[in-house]
């Protein structure tokens, strides 16, 4: 059974901190800022409560990552049906990248019930990179994405749910892992870069 917090946490304000990477929020412009290759993980293959331990390993072709739970209470995963979730509503979902550089990340990001189903509640994400940012979802499939613009890879992103009324579990579904496309004046210097090699 999926535990409790013993506390609540005051509601966060709007966008705060330092934001390093851009805020997308539809998934067709965060398309349209990434390149093909990206790995899109809708967790599908778990059920509610099927997975309980405490880190999950994914992959697909170069990208990879680890999933965890990390907070107030370091406790386990717990799936969702279909998603991935956390055991104690005291804690976050951390995601560290472990493989190709990641440039461009995206999902949904919401707070669950106890069954695993969304309720609205703020969420506040963390990036490795430094950008910090708050938002009220308004459903399960609420996308955010975050564009590194200056192609700074990104180390990780930090999910937390936190508590203003009853609980809530921080929750992670339909989550993309890429690479931004270079901004055009990248896209000069790469091909001034290639005309010196060129004229050697």
Request: hydrophobic share 40%; proline share 5%; charged share 15%.
């Amino acid at each position: 059974m999926r535990m409790l917090s013993v506390g609540m946490v005051a509601v966060l304000g709007a966008a705060s901190g330092a934001m390093a990477a851009d805020v997308v929020e539809t998934e067709g412009e965060f398309l349209d800022m990434i390149m093909d290759g990206y790995y899109l993980e809708n967790f599908d293959a778990y059920t509610y409560g099927s997975y309980q331990e405490y880190t999950l390993d994914l992959a697909q072709g170069d990208w990879s990552y680890t999933i965890s739970a990390s907070g107030g209470a370091m406790s386990f995963l717990w799936s969702g049906d279909g998603c991935m979730s956390t055991n104690s509503a005291l804690d976050g979902l951390l995601v560290e990248f472990t493989g190709a550089p990641v440039t461009a990340v995206g999902g949904w990001f919401y707070g669950s019930d106890i069954d695993g189903w969304y309720i609205p509640n703020p969420i506040h994400i963390e990036l490795g990179d430094g950008t910090s940012y708050d938002f009220d979802p308004a459903s399960g499939e609420d996308f955010r994405g975050f564009v590194s613009p200056e192609g700074t890879p990104i180390a990780s992103i930090w999910i937390d749910a936190p508590e203003v009324g009853p609980n809530a579990w921080s929750t992670l579904d339909h989550f993309y892992v890429g690479s931004a496309v270079p901004a055009p004046g990248a896209l000069m210097l790469l091909g001034l870069a290639g005309l010196a090699r060129r004229r050697r």
